[in-house]
Structure formats: structure tokens, C-alpha cells
């Protein structure tokens, strides 16, 4: 069974730094593509970034771009989001998503994506 389990959130000052990770087990391989999206209470869960099975397609939403960035490290079976000079408006639960099959393309739709990881809370305070 695939698993994803997400760390690193946190509660930080409007213009630090932080940084996500997200650990993937139970899958055959780890070149599947992977995102980061988040959620506020009664707000629908947005995308956040995407990346593909070698990191060479990566696709980061306008609101965070120049500020996140997503990456994957494939013989660790992870995937990071940097997330710098955050704002309140950044604060959100984060989660982990990965597609359910091989050579999937990146998207932002969440019904692209097969499995999710719990969520962390990033909290970020003005």
C-alpha cells in the first residue's frame, strides 16, 4: 500500500523559510510524479507545485511562484517543497500527492492525483 507521509510544517514569521518533505513507501518505483497542494478550512484545496518523474517539468502555482520551489530526490523516494519569504497568506495544511501511474504527466487538477499523504500545518503569523 502506498503511503506518503509529509514533515517539516511549522509555525514561522511572515518572510522566513521553511521547508516541506515528503517521504513516500509502498510503492514499486519512485518515479512517479509527485505535487504539493494545501488547504484552509471551508476553501477547496489548491495546487501548490508539480514535479515529474526526473524533475526536468516542474510547474509551481503563480501565487507562490519566485518564492517556492519543488524537487524530488528518487533514490530516497522523496519530494521537498523550499518555501521562502512566506506570508500569512501561505498558511494552510500542505499535502502530498502522487499520481497513480507511471509516466502520468504533471497537473494541477487534484483528480490527477491517486494518493495522498495526511498533511502538515504551516502556519505563518504577520
Known amino acids: 500500500q502506498v503511503r506518503l507521509i509529509e514533515s517539516g510544517g511549522g509555525s514561522v514569521q511572515a518572510g522566513d523559510s521553511l521547508s516541506l518533505s515528503c517521504a513516500t513507501s509502498?510503492?514499486?518505483?519512485?518515479?512517479?510524479?509527485k505535487a504539493w497542494f494545501r488547504q484552509t478550512p471551508g476553501k477547496e484545496r489548491e495546487f501548490v507545485a508539480v514535479?515529474?518523474?526526473?524533475?526536468?517539468?516542474?510547474t509551481v502555482a503563480d501565487s507562490v511562484k519566485d518564492r517556492f520551489t519543488i524537487s524530488r530526490d528518487n533514490a530516497k523516494n522523496t519530494v521537498s517543497l523550499e518555501m521562502n519569504s512566506l506570508k500569512p497568506d501561505d498558511t494552510a495544511v500542505y499535502y502530498c500527492?502522487?499520481?497513480?501511474?507511471?509516466?502520468?504527466?504533471?497537473?494541477?487538477?487534484?483528480?490527477?492525483?491517486?494518493?495522498w499523504g495526511q498533511g502538515t500545518q504551516v502556519t505563518v503569523s504577520s
Open positions: 509502498g510503492s514499486t518505483f519512485s518515479t512517479y510524479t
Open positions: 514535479i515529474n518523474w526526473n524533475g526536468d517539468s516542474r
Open positions: 500527492a502522487q499520481v497513480g501511474s507511471l509516466g502520468a504527466g504533471v497537473s494541477s487538477a487534484r483528480s490527477a492525483y491517486t494518493y
